[in-house]
């Protein structure tokens, strides 16, 4: 796990130390399909953490879903509509959905309550 974090951060070190510039055109396409992809990433680590990982999927669905997106985008500037504000709210939701589950596995694990026990927030649909 740690030398995911390691790469990561030099990735980022990296990327913010290299002048580069995504051109105007495409960066719509990035910015959604980028989303996209977190999305799936989020969703790859939350399946991992439940033990229901399988990269086949992962895969698939990280591909599937970052060209759905562009394809969205793209058809929305075909259309003159901003259909891109769609996908960035429902990935959005999607993204902070995982995150709030990542959290509370994390968060079971560290106060030593079990996976069926449910907290009085969570019975009160709080989150």
């Known amino acids: 796990m740690w030398y995911l974090l390691a790469a990561l951060l030099v990735g980022i070190v990296v990327g913010l130390n290299i002048p580069w510039k995504i ?31 399988d990269i ?32 960035v709210v429902a990935l959005g939701v999607r993204i902070f959905n995982n995150l709030g589950l990542i959290r509370r596995h994390y968060l079971r694990g560290w106060t030593g309550e079990k996976v069926g026990e449910k ?3 969570q019975a009160n649909g709080e989150g």
Request: proline share 2%; aromatic share 10%.
């Open 119 to 121: 907290t009085t927030t």
């Open 56 to 87: 086949t999927i992962f895969v698939t669905g990280f591909l599937g879903n970052t060209i759905l997106a562009a394809a969205f985008v793209y058809l929305g500037d075909v259309l003159g509509i901003e259909l891109y504000l769609a996908a």
């Open 23 to 53: 051109p105007v055109i495409i960066a719509r396409y990035l910015a959604v399909s980028l989303l996209a992809g977190v999305d799936t990433s989020l969703g790859g680590l939350r399946a991992s953490l439940e033990g229901d990982f």
